[in-house]
């Protein structure tokens, strides 16, 4: 019998569980897989373990696995990877298959458009955007938000859209609104690339509130567990378990 198993990120906010939780629930609905389970890689539970092995007792023999992470890093490449590797060598009779996390996808561009259609202020050919990135030393973390920033720019034809990370990368937030504050740009929209609200939203509103330019920033909303995030992890789901 085939499972398909979401791992979320984790967080020591509750509200961020919670949104986590409600946006897996939506991607089960499509009921693409008779056993369907949800898990978080760190903070929170069920444990990867616990919902794997809950896949296991209802009856299990092939277990998809689908990260709901944005972009490529340590967690896509090594953390979750080293897991299933261990529950696999502990559960050999069953079948694992591993997703990947969302990365580049052109679907991804219409939650942006959204968060700026929110914010109810005109788009001018003297206007930018701020990419704002968790952060990863991975390297393919910064190429794959530059790559995004270019299909969005793109998309709205802005005049510019640059990127920055709030950890473990540059530029910094720091750097990127500095370079966006001092430029001739007169208004600058600021979108957090990230799924759920967390400390790391609130240390982003602290930071444009206290920044000299402050008038010039626009701050959107975070992602969220947008319809098109939905589409695409049910997607690359049911793509797995068509691949025998």
């Known amino acids: 019998m085939n499972a398909v198993l979401y791992v979320c990120h984790g967080s020591r906010v509750p509200a961020s569980r919670e949104q986590a939780v409600a946006f897996i629930e939506k991607c089960m609905s499509q009921s693409i897989a008779p056993i369907q ?10 444990t990867i373990e616990a919902a794997f092995k809950s896949c296991i007792n209802k009856g299990a023999r092939r277990i998809v696995v689908i990260p709901v992470l944005l972009l490529t890093a340590a967690h896509a490449k090594k953390d979750i990877p080293n897991e299933l590797a261990r529950l696999g060598s502990l559960f050999p009779e069953v079948t694992i298959k591993y997703g990947g996390p969302i990365s580049v996808h052109p679907k ?3 939650p942006l458009v959204e968060r700026i259609s929110e914010i109810g202020e ?3 050919e003297n206007s930018m955007v701020l990419l704002v990135g968790r952060g990863s030393s991975d390297p393919d973390v910064k190429r794959d938000l530059n790559r995004i920033a270019a299909m969005f720019k793109k998309r709205i034809g802005i005049a510019h859209v640059d990127t920055c990370f709030l950890t473990a990368a540059t530029p910094s937030l720091e750097d990127g609104l500095q370079a966006a504050g001092d430029s001739n740009y007169d208004k600058i929209f600021v979108i957090p690339y990230l799924l759920f609200t967390g400390i790391l939203i609130k240390h982003l509103n602290k930071m444009i509130e206290t920044h000299p330019f402050s008038r010039k920033f626009y701050l959107c909303n975070y992602l969220g567990y947008h319809s098109s995030i939905v589409s695409i992890l049910v997607e690359k789901a049911a793509e797995l378990l068509k691949d025998r």
């Open 108 to 110: 991804m561009i219409e």
């Open 122 to 124: 005109t788009i001018t």
């Open 37 to 46: 389970e949800y898990c978080f890689l760190e903070l929170a539970a069920p």
